[in-house]
């Protein structure tokens, strides 16, 4: 059973809602319960590094690897109508210390031969029980003297990479991106594999340490505003 998000937690947005589930109510043993989003520990975290404009929202679960089926084709299918989703992903490795690991959309998943998403988008980690090795890593922008003065790449290539927020493929989802093809969060078509690495406009921590690890439970939650 959860317990109620208190004014001191900060967590006014986020109540977890699916098939009428909220704060307080209990949670069951149904697939279709929210997991990952479960403790409100997690929500308090993720109302943090919200924009501001989306801190009075609601999560709605809108796919779940435990009752939507375990493919990209599947998860696309259940987000096309959702823009401001939070991906949580549970990493299946040995001696892992985080909950979850995961990503902040600001647009709609969805296989694309475009880039897509925009600055706010973030990649983030859950340390296990609240502990302080929850992180969120938001995109930083760089001017384009900056950019020049790095070696190696041509300009118009590193911009693209800085700029590579959400890519949707048939084979991938990620978001950012590097020279050699690796990104700070990228699953495999049945979403069943990950890799994370540090990401050129990220500048993150590769979200967990072995930079490959198994995928167990992944939901994808909606931001949809607690009034209106």
Same mark, same amino acid.
């Given at each position: ?27 069951? $043993? ?7 989003? &479960?403790?409100?520990? +997690?929500?308090? @975290? /993720? =109302? ?93 922008? $760089? ?7 790095? &070696?190696?790449?041509? +300009?118009?290539? @590193? /911009? =693209? ?68």
């Amino acid at each position: 059973t959860t317990t109620a998000a208190t004014a001191s937690t900060r967590a006014l947005p986020l109540i977890v809602s699916d098939n009428g589930i909220t704060d307080d109510s209990p949670f069951d $043993k149904d697939p279709t319960t929210a997991r990952l989003a &479960e403790p409100s520990w +997690t929500r308090a @975290k /993720i =109302a943090e590094w919200l924009p501001l404009s989306l801190r009075m929202s609601k999560m709605d679960l809108i796919y779940s690897t435990n009752f939507h089926g375990r493919t990209l084709e599947s998860l696309y299918r259940h987000c096309r109508k959702a823009k401001h989703t939070i991906m949580m992903v549970e990493p299946i490795d040995q001696g892992c210390e985080y909950h979850a690991v995961g990503m902040y959309a600001s647009q709609t998943w969805q296989a694309s031969s475009r880039v897509y998403g925009d600055g706010e988008c973030f990649l983030f980690r859950l340390g296990q029980d609240g502990s302080n090795l929850s992180q969120r890593w938001k995109w930083k922008p $760089k001017g384009k003297c900056d950019v020049l003065e790095e &070696e190696g790449i041509e +300009t118009n290539n @590193k /911009i =693209a990479l800085l700029e590579q927020f959400q890519v949707g493929t048939n084979e991938y989802i990620s978001m950012g991106g590097n020279q050699d093809g690796s990104a700070g969060l990228r699953l495999n078509e049945d979403l069943t594999k990950a890799e994370t690495s540090t990401a050129a406009g990220f500048d993150n921590d590769a979200l967990v340490s072995s930079g490959l690890f198994e995928v167990g439970l992944l939901e994808v939650y909606q931001l949809v505003p607690l009034y209106g």
